[in-house]
């Protein structure tokens, strides 16, 4: 389980969060949703210490993190527990994509290098990308660099998975193959957070989804709550703005 307990970050005098508390359950997929500049990004990156946040606690599992006092040793832990997929992917443009996902095995985690190649291979192949082992980046699709992201996220065996929006850089051809490798590993019952604008995909695959603006959570609920029967007006106000044909009722 994930608890976020009052977690505020601040920019200078600008306040991006405004005291979050969220709880995910083992197994769930929760999706984020909001505006841009809701705080959306910057949550996912305090929770795995990407971003330090001002105050608040950050549990996963049976770890508890005093984010005000937190140790560096904190935050190796809390890093150990969760993985990030980036928008950008951010992979190694001088290594194969065997070797990206090798590389957090082998220097984070200090796996042997051989048992290090054998789940890289294996989680390689979960995403579809058995056949592109030696591939650089510049040799693979946009597609197929975010999957090669997946399967590093997922090569670390982390309690939750941090997805940043991991569409929005793609061509839209693309978008599905990598949305097919999110739902495959969401039906393993793998703990998610995904940060998202694919409105399909938060309707039919997530178990709660929270909607935020303004460094706040505005509302949250079941897929069916929040796209059919949205309490909030801000809720309904971003719903009719992102949606072509809004399938709430006001």
């Given at each position: 389980m994930i608890k976020l307990t009052g977690i505020s970050k601040s920019f200078g005098k600008q306040q991006v969060l405004k005291g979050i508390d969220l709880q995910v359950n083992k197994g769930e997929v929760v999706v984020i949703l909001g505006p841009s500049g809701s705080g959306k990004t910057t949550l996912l990156r305090c929770i795995n210490y990407l971003e330090r946040p001002n105050e608040g606690h950050i549990a996963i599992g049976d770890f508890n993190v005093d984010c005000k006092h937190a140790h560096k040793r904190d935050i190796y832990e809390l890093r150990q527990r969760s993985a990030m997929v980036f928008q950008h992917y951010n992979l190694f443009r001088h290594k194969t994509a065997l070797e990206n996902v090798m590389e957090g095995l082998v220097i984070v985690q200090k796996l042997p290098k051989e048992e290090a190649r054998r789940r890289s291979i294996e989680v390689l192949e979960k995403v579809g990308l058995g056949g592109k082992l030696d591939a650089y980046p510049s040799q693979l699709?946009?597609?197929?660099?975010?999957?090669?992201?997946?399967?590093?996220?997922?090569?670390?065996?982390?309690?939750?998975?941090?997805?940043?929006?991991?569409?929005?850089?793609?061509?839209?051809?693309?978008?599905?193959?990598?949305?097919?490798?999110i739902r495959k590993i969401a039906a393993e019952g793998i703990t998610m957070i995904v940060v998202t604008h694919e409105m399909g995909f938060a309707r039919d695959v997530a178990s709660h989804v929270v909607f935020m603006?303004?460094?706040?959570?505005?509302?949250?609920?079941?897929?069916?709550?929040?796209?059919?029967?949205p309490k909030e007006e801000r809720t309904k106000q971003f719903l009719k703005r992102i949606m072509p044909e809004p399938a709430y009722s006001i």
């Open positions: 699709s946009g597609g197929q660099q975010q999957r090669v992201g997946i399967a590093r996220a997922l090569a670390l065996n982390p309690e939750v998975i941090l997805f940043d929006e991991p569409t929005s850089a793609l061509d839209p051809e693309l978008v599905g193959e990598v949305l097919a490798v603006d303004e460094g706040v959570i505005v509302e949250e609920g079941t897929p069916k709550e929040i796209f059919r029967m």
